[in-house]
């Protein structure tokens, strides 16, 4: 605040001004020697009046009473000395009276103005003021005394009058000096215009004090030197209205501001004024007059006690204040502190709490003063948090101690708080136990996020791979000890479950997942537990588990709570896993028990998917085997090791053969025949199945034509998903001549899932050529009625899964029925039922009005020539037979 005290400099107006009245008045003064007359001296103080009057015209400065005065006393001086100077002019006596009256008014007036810009003083922010001020007043006025009222009283004898209007001036000066520095400490800013105003006034009475003392001595008062005085002291009062900074609004000073040292200064050089002169008179003057020591003395001692007095408010002011800092300080901190700082006794009763009381739980300061901590404990915290307190008031003094505790709020949410208790029990002001409460639930609830987070799989809320891993090892380290208790390891894939996150989106693929995750939580027991590794994989860890084939049941469960549909979005998605089982057997490790259930979960897929697979160790061989496979399928087709055989689809109706699916064989050099479902997977894998499955389709259709029959073609997902299928499709037919109708393309439900509008779009086209369209392996997939509408596809198979369980009361009979009837009303023209392997389901379906059927019991897939025999032999009307089949 020290910088309150800086003085702006002047702007360019009042320094021009300034400038331009010296130069012309020195040189005036100069050139013309004619100070007597007092032609330089009224002259110029027109001048300082005008330019007073444009400034304040221009301005408009306010207080409005302050300025209008100081235009008044301006005006006042100089009308008294143009008044002489034209009384001498016209050669008349120049009036005394009437140029001191002017003055008196002009210096009255100038104090009132002085008075009147003095802002508001308020005791509180300037107690030194009246004290300040009496010790001016005493310097000034002994000043007065000694060196203009006192040499008055001492020279020739002056008449009442003379003496009277003598006197009055000094005294004026010291009012008008008290006045002045009254109003260059009562202000926190220097403007320019009051530092002007100020150098005025004491110019002013300067020059007035050293005319009448060269008066008194009985030099000439019309000096050059007094001339050019009063033109300056009406020069700087005409600057003051001229300077922008009239228009300030002058503030009260801060109290720091109250002690700057220029005050001080000021103050000391005033002080001093009195014992100095006492002192010169003492040792100057060989015969002092008694009253002017007495004078001095009196003044001494006054000054003295004013300056003593002075001093005390000063350590008492100053004491207060950095008391009142402190405290302020103090105050500020616990008040706007987050913690929440209370002061409790040892018996936990509350007696002061911060309003942070309020933010942190919603509670009311106040209304809790009085009241137990404990109360708003948690209610298993309660015995703890009295014991920590109890602990806390044990300890040493001001000693502290940490704990933790939990408060309920007032909308009774919990939150955790660390408390940091101070004892102050026997403390003057506290006497208790500070506690500074930190509330510290998110810090905690982060924290347990993150640990969750790095062992938690964020989609399923279930244990992650390295939980999981770390589980199996407790579980097996536990088995090592207590060899009764044994352990499995379930892996859990989903079917295809890609071409529901690349047909629904991400969204649907997250949904099923989450769902799926629940279920496999349902199907286990409370000790077991439930991991995603990733993707679509999950695994089940068991333990105790007692009962051999337990590990079998609790799988098969899983599949079977999983076939249940699942909602997502609008439309319900049956899920389709394979399960893999390890039981851990001698010293197993865990790297070893979850590749074993991997192993077997793969098993189970090679094995048809949807079904579940118990780990054995030649297994591991055929894992090693997958390899080769895949090697010696590369070669497979350019070494004609690929044939097509016939599987017959009958009219259950007529037992007529209307035509055959064609089924792929290889022939393995070393391995012999390898069943398609060994192999075509890893064809899928590798990207194999697109040749392959062209061969065949190429295969196919030439044969059917030759046969005269219809053929059924499997298409896998990735083949029909592969560029070029619909041209190879077309080339087929073109090259074998076989008529549109004559084939039917098999896909299964999970393939026409994936990319939904280019499956649309590839159906229809094939539809525009002709062909017909088979829904395979119906029900098994992520079935679903809007894709059956959506797709209009001619053909259902109906999966042998369901055929097997026909039994008049099974879930597959009732599966049968729904298909049938779904199919008539979705406009299917043939439903096929797959694998008929006894009368009884023949029979079934027969009554069901099931048209079209295949199986061993009908037919196993035959070799070309055995497949156009059977046409040839028990089919005299072979045109006949076809045309049934694709009806
Ligand atoms: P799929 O399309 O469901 O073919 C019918 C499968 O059921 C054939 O097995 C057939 O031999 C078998 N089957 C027929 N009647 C019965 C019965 O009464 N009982 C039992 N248990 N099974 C019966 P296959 O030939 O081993 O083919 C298995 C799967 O391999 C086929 O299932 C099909 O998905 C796939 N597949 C076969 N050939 C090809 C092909 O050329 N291309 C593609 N992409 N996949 C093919
Ligand atoms: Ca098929
Ligand atoms: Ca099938």
């Given amino acids: 605040m020290g910088t309150a005290m800086q003085i702006r400099a002047l702007s360019p107006a009042p320094v021009a001004f300034l400038a331009a009245v010296a130069v012309v008045g020195t040189g005036w003064a100069l050139l013309l020697h004619e100070p007597g007359s007092g032609a330089l ?115 020739p004898p002056l008449s009442r009058v003379d003496l009277a209007w003598a006197s009055s001036q000094p005294v004026m000066a010291t009012v008008l000096l008290v006045l002045g520095l009254r109003l260059l400490f009562g202000t926190a800013t220097r403007s320019p215009t009051v530092v002007l105003a100020l150098a005025g006034a004491v110019v002013l009475l300067g020059v007035e004090s050293a005319r009448q003392m060269v008066e008194v001595d009985g030099g000439s008062p019309d000096a050059v030197a007094v001339q050019l005085g009063f033109v300056a002291a009406y020069a700087l009062l005409g600057a003051a209205a001229l300077d922008p900074s009239a228009r300030d609004r002058l503030a009260p000073p801060s109290p720091a501001a109250q002690l700057h040292r220029w005050r001080i200064v000021v103050l000391v050089v005033t002080a001093l004024v009195p014992p100095v002169i006492l002192l010169a008179q003492v ?158 639930t998110d810090r905690k609830t982060l924290a347990a996020e993150l640990s969750h987070q790095a062992f938690h799989d964020s989609l399923t809320g279930l244990a992650n791979r390295a939980l999981f891993a770390d589980r199996v090892d407790h579980a097996l380290h536990r088995r090592r000890r207590e060899p009764q208790c044994s352990v499995a390891v379930l892996f859990v894939d989903l079917d295809d479950f890609k071409a529901v996150n690349d047909g629904l989106g991400h969204g649907a693929g997250d949904a099923l997942l989450r769902a799926v995750g629940q279920r496999i939580v349902r199907c286990l027991r409370a000790g077991d537990t439930a991991a995603r590794l990733g993707g679509d994989e999950f695994a089940v860890l068991l333990e105790d588990d007692t009962i051999d084939g337990q590990s079998t049941t609790i799988a098969n469960r899983i599949l079977d709570a999983l076939r249940v549909p699942v909602p997502v979005g609008d439309m319900e998605l049956g899920v389709v896993a394979s399960i893999g089982v390890a039981v851990a057997m001698g010293d197993a490790s865990t790297v070893g028990l979850l590749r074993d259930a991997d192993i077997a979960m793969y098993e189970a897929k090679r094995a048809g998917k949807g079904r579940v697979c118990v780990f054995d160790p030649a297994m591991r061989d055929s894992a090693s085997d997958r390899l080769a496979l895949q090697t010696d399928l590369s070669v497979a ?57 062209e061969w065949v389709l190429h295969q196919a259709c030439r044969q059917a034509a030759v046969s005269g029959s219809t053929v059924g073609v499997n298409v896998s997902g990735v083949q029909f998903a592969a560029p070029g299928f619909l041209d190879s499709v077309s080339v087929a037919l073109a090259q074998s001549g076989l008529p549109p109708r004559g084939l039917t393309v098999e896909i299964t439900e999970t393939a026409l899932m994936a990319d939904t509008e280019a499956t649309a779009h590839l159906l229809d086209q094939l539809r525009a050529l002709g062909v017909r369209i088979a829904i395979d392996d119906f029900g098994t997939g992520y079935c679903s009625l809007a894709y059956l509408q959506r797709f209009a596809v001619d053909v259902v198979k109906i999966d042998r899964a369901f055929v097997a369980e026909l039994d008049g009361a099974s879930k597959g009979d009732r599966l049968a029925k729904t298909i049938l009837q779904m199919a008539e009303s979705l406009d299917v023209t043939t439903v096929v039922a797959e694998g008929i392997e006894t009368e ?44 049934v089949a694709a009806s």
């Avoid at 009381?357 to 809790?368: N, V």
């Avoid at 009005?849 to 156009?868: A, T």
């Fill in 41 to 155: 001296r009224a002259g110029l103080g027109v001048v300082a009046v005008v330019a007073a009057g444009i400034g304040l015209a221009h301005r408009r400065p306010t207080p409005r009473l302050a300025w209008g005065l100081h235009l008044g006393a301006l005006a006042a001086l100089v009308t008294g000395d143009v008044l002489s100077w034209w009384q001498r002019e016209v050669g008349a006596e120049p009036s005394p009276a009437v140029h001191d009256t002017l003055f008196v008014l002009g210096v009255g007036a100038l104090g009132l103005a002085l008075l009147a810009r003095t802002p508001e003083p308020t005791a509180a922010r300037d107690p030194f003021g009246p004290l300040d001020a009496a010790i001016f007043s005493v310097g000034a006025a002994l000043l007065t005394w000694t060196f203009l009222v006192d040499p008055l009283l001492e020279g």
């Fill in 283 to 440: 040792l100057g003057a060989a015969n002092p007059q008694r009253d002017d020591v007495v004078a001095a003395t009196a003044a001494t001692v006054a000054v003295f006690a004013l300056a003593l007095g002075r001093l005390s408010l000063l350590v008492g002011s100053v004491q207060t204040r950095t008391v009142q800092e402190g405290e302020d300080r103090f105050e500020a901190l616990v008040e706007y502190s987050t913690d929440v700082i209370s002061v409790v006794d040892s018996e936990g009763m509350i007696q002061y709490v911060s309003p942070a009381f309020r933010t942190a739980l919603g509670r009311d300061p106040e209304g809790h003063v009085g009241t137990a901590l404990r109360r708003i404990a948690h209610p298993d915290e309660v015995a703890t948090l009295t014991t920590h307190l109890f602990q806390a008031a044990s300890r040493p003094r001001h000693s502290t101690s940490r704990f933790e505790t939990r408060l309920i709020a007032a909308d009774g949410t919990i939150r955790e708080f660390e408390v940091v208790a101070a004892n102050l029990v026997g403390d003057d002001v506290v006497d208790g136990l500070a506690l500074t409460m930190r509330d510290i």
């Fill in 637 to 693: 087709l350019e070494n004609d090791q690929l044939r097509v055989v016939y599987q017959p689809i009958v009219d259950l109706v007529t037992g007529l053969v209307g035509g055959a699916e064609a089924l792929v064989r290889w022939r393995h050099p070393d391995r012999g025949e390898i069943p398609p479902d060994s192999f075509i997977p890893v064809a899928e894998q590798t990207g194999l199945v697109v040749p392959i499955g």
């Fill in 840 to 883: 009884e389901q023949l029979v079934r379906l027969q009554e069901m009005g099931c048209r079209k059927g295949q199986g061993f019991l009908l037919s196993r897939p035959l070799e070309l020539e055995e497949y156009q025999l059977l046409l040839r032999d028990h089919l005299p009307e072979v045109g006949e037979g076809a045309a």
